[in-house]
């Protein structure tokens, strides 16, 4: 009777309003990520750079996230999801509004540079909260809600982001950015807690992430700070993960930061009209990151005897459409470029989901943050590497051959998956 009182005077789905408060953060974080892409005409004028500048500064940010990934995984094992999501959370708004008020090049890569440090611990963390908040059964699905997130960003921040830079300037983009990233610095204060902090988490929905084996919390008096890094790095399933992430972030940053420019260069267009069909891949991968890499992958999970064959399906798969970007060498009008891209964020959405998830699976106790951190180190390095290598490709007007390195960083990515992760089974902890 007093186990029924509880469930109902309770919210008994606490759970998703972490995942839902997890993706609103992703949702900013790539408002912030995308604005570049968006003002490199206007930043072209004001200060006159370059395609291959344009690349260095739109890798700027990646530079001292990629740096800060395994640092953040330690700090996120041992201070907490919550201390370190609230520093980081005020630098990255703080960095948004440098950004606005940049009076040359220098200062606004130093602005940028400052971006990637408070945005550094966001996956790492969002991975770690997961695992603590969603029964694996469910694990692919919240995840999704912040996967979703960073493509939905971009579907309807590059024309809203598009139109600020038209009627108020580049500069009102990034303070705009700014103003909504403080704003969850607020949110994420006053709502994130661990399920053992929260006071309003029921017993049922407690004893569901339990038996659904959610990622248990060790006593702060264990002082439990996970598995080394020296030994995690030389685990196969840390390689195949990081690998086959790796690929894939190096086509998402490809697009994230050269669609938009892409279209204008090539097909001739104007920036709002840009704008509006770089909507339309993002869209896609939005629908297929939640309907396919989250619920559907899901639903699989709970009807399958082997679990691990559903998500390396996924994952390869996923990674195999991606390839579609190739075609993107072929097409001769903005539509045909769009069919294209959107082929090709379609299968990379389904599978990235399950990619983000993967630390919560094989990682030992208290090692979440540094699998995450690991991964994302190197898909960051990758991040890094793809608008500077575009760069140089659209100085040449040859987007194509960038398109084709970008289809073998896929193929590198897909056998490590296929060779590498294997059954997706936690790895034993050092003796």
Not at 45 to 57: E, K, N, T
Not at 143 to 154: E, H, L, M, P, Y
Not at 275 to 284: E, H, K
Not at 289 to 311: C, T
């Amino acid at each position: 009777m007093h186990e029924a009182y509880e469930t109902q005077a309770h919210a008994p789905h606490r759970r998703w309003r972490i995942a839902v408060l997890l993706g609103i953060g992703v949702l900013i974080n790539f408002f912030d990520r995308v604005n570049v892409s968006v003002a490199f005409n206007a930043l072209h004028v004001q200060w006159g750079i370059s395609a291959v500048a344009f690349g260095y500064l739109s890798s700027a940010y990646n530079w001292t996230y990629a740096a800060l990934q395994m640092p953040v995984g330690v700090m996120l094992d041992r201070w907490g999801v919550r201390r370190v999501g609230r520093v980081a959370t005020l630098i990255w708004s703080i960095a948004s509004f440098a950004s606005g008020l940049a009076t040359g090049v220098w200062s606004f890569f130093a602005a940028r540079l400052l971006l990637g440090v408070g945005e550094a611990p966001t996956f790492p963390a969002n991975a770690k909260a997961i695992g603590y908040w969603f029964p694996e059964d469910e694990r692919s699905f919240s995840t999704s809600f912040n996967d979703a997130a960073a493509k939905f960003a971009s579907a309807i921040g590059v024309p809203i982001l598009g139109v600020l830079v038209l009627w108020l300037g580049w500069r009102w983009s990034f303070i705009f950015t700014g103003f909504v990233s403080f704003l969850y610095f607020l949110l994420f204060w006053r709502i994130y807690r661990n399920p053992s902090e929260d006071p309003r988490l029921s017993a049922a929905e407690r004893r569901r992430m339990g038996e659904g084996h959610a990622q248990p919390e060790s006593a702060p008096e264990h002082h439990e700070h996970g598995a080394p890094l020296l030994y995690l790095i030389r685990q196969p399933q840390v390689l195949g993960a990081t690998i086959g992430f790796a690929a894939y972030n190096y086509v998402f940053y490809l697009v994230l930061t050269w669609l938009p420019t892409y279209l204008t260069m090539t097909m001739h267009i104007r920036l709002l009209d840009s704008a509006l069909y770089t909507a339309v891949p993002w869209l896609v991968a939005t629908f297929t990151d939640l309907f396919i890499g989250g619920w559907m992958v899901d639903a699989l999970v709970r009807r399958v005897q082997r679990p691990w064959l559903v998500r390396q399906a996924v994952l390869v798969g996923g990674l195999g459409f991606g390839m579609g970007i190739y075609g993107a060498k072929f097409a001769h009008t903005p539509w045909g470029a769009v069919a294209w891209i959107s082929t090709c964020l379609a299968g990379l959405g389904a599978m990235a989901p399950v990619g983000w998830s993967v630390p919560s699976f094989i990682a030992p106790r208290e090692s979440v943050g540094r699998v995450g951190g690991i991964m994302n180190f190197a898909t960051q390095l990758a991040a890094i590497s793809a608008p500077i290598v575009m760069g140089y490709f659209a100085r040449a007007h040859d987007f194509g051959a960038g398109f084709t390195v970008a289809a073998v960083v896929l193929a590198v990515g897909i056998a490590g998956y296929a060779l590498l992760l294997g059954k997706l089974a936690v790895i034993p902890e050092p003796s």
